[in-house]
């Protein structure tokens, strides 16, 4: 049974911390995207790639969040220095088309004290 | 700018109930819509998908409406049981790139 897998799944840290997701895609899949959930804002795209290029970064707040793709089984999420205001259920989702089915993954639930 | 969103966030039924959730769109070029159900602690789960070309689809219990006149869809689930409480969103895409997302409607089913 083909899923998106992410960790860690849960991440208590300090603010001013470095922060580290990773999430592996479903083989085949050349589309990986980050989203983040809260309970203000609902579900908030940051970023999406296609065969590992970044498409669209804008959702981003680029001066402390990176998102990579190494390679076509691993994307990344950083966020360098942690906030309070960054906690939230980060998810991974992938697909074969970008405005298509995505399937995401369990999320990591992140707590910045 | 775009978006997609809910009529109500929350819903009530009662368990063997029908459900009818509805959700709008503001862009006219969207030409795929889908919707998923998110239980607590868990990912968004595709439930059931269309495309502009299409009025109407159904799956297993579940029955999805898209009406282009009104830019309007919504999502029938028939026989509501206590498994379906969860929170429902809708997306459509963006002139065919990434999904846009509602804010979600939650589902209780009381039995």
């Known amino acids: 049974d083909a899923r998106v897998t992410q960790t860690p799944r849960h991440k208590v840290t300090e603010m001013g911390q470095e922060v580290t997701m990773r999430c592996q895609p479903i083989?085949?899949?050349?589309?990986v995207f980050w989203y983040r959930q809260t309970m203000m804002q609902g579900l908030e795209l940051l970023a999406y790639?296609?065969?590992?290029?970044?498409?669209?970064d804008s959702g981003m707040p680029k001066d402390r969040f990176s998102a990579e793709m190494p390679d076509a089984t691993l994307a990344t999420l950083k966020i360098q220095p942690s906030e309070p205001r960054d906690s939230a259920v980060y998810f991974c989702?992938?697909?074969?088309?970008?405005?298509?089915?995505?399937?995401f993954g369990p999320g990591t639930r992140l707590l910045v004290l | 700018g775009e978006s997609v969103g809910l009529h109500l966030p929350t819903l009530s039924v009662q368990e063997g109930d029908n459900s009818i959730i509805n959700c709008a769109y503001s862009?006219?070029?969207?030409?795929?819509f889908i919707w998923y159900k998110q239980e607590s602690g868990k990912g968004p789960q595709f439930i059931i998908d269309?495309?502009?070309?299409?009025d109407k689809r159904q799956g297993q219990r579940v029955t999805v409406l898209l009406n282009k006149t009104v830019k309007h869809l919504s999502l029938q689930i028939a026989a509501t049981q206590p498994g379906d409480s969860a929170v429902y969103f809708c997306?459509?895409?963006?002139?065919?790139?990434?999904?846009?997302f509602g804010k979600g409607t939650t589902l209780s089913v009381s039995s």
């Open positions: 790639f296609r065969n590992r290029a970044p498409l669209d």
């Open positions: 269309i495309r502009s070309n299409m």
């Open positions: 083989l085949g899949h050349n589309t």
């Open positions: 997306a459509g895409n963006q002139a065919g790139t990434a999904l846009i």
């Open positions: 989702a992938s697909g074969l088309v970008p405005g298509e089915t995505q399937y």
């Open positions: 862009n006219s070029a969207s030409d795929y």
